[in-house]
């Protein structure tokens, strides 16, 4: 499911960036956390859609990339 925020939703949303992406990398990712849903976005399209995902997949996602 894609969501696109806009006006003040954006705003309140504080999105992260992995500590692993640096100021000239071309293919990074942002994420920000709601009540229902964990958002990913692209950081150079940052207007852009979202993908939002519900947190036990959110976990699931980041238990498997850490393993």
Do not use: Q
Request: hydrophobic residues 45%; contains cysteine.
């Amino acid at each position: 499911m894609t969501v696109k925020p806009s006006g003040e939703d954006l705003l309140a949303l504080a999105w992260v960036k992995s500590s692993y992406s640096t100021a000239d990398g071309p293919n990074c990712v942002e994420v920000a956390h709601t009540p229902g849903a964990v958002l990913v976005r692209d950081s150079k399209r940052p207007e852009g859609a979202r993908l939002a995902v519900g947190p036990d997949a959110w976990n699931g996602f980041v238990a498997h990339a850490a393993a």
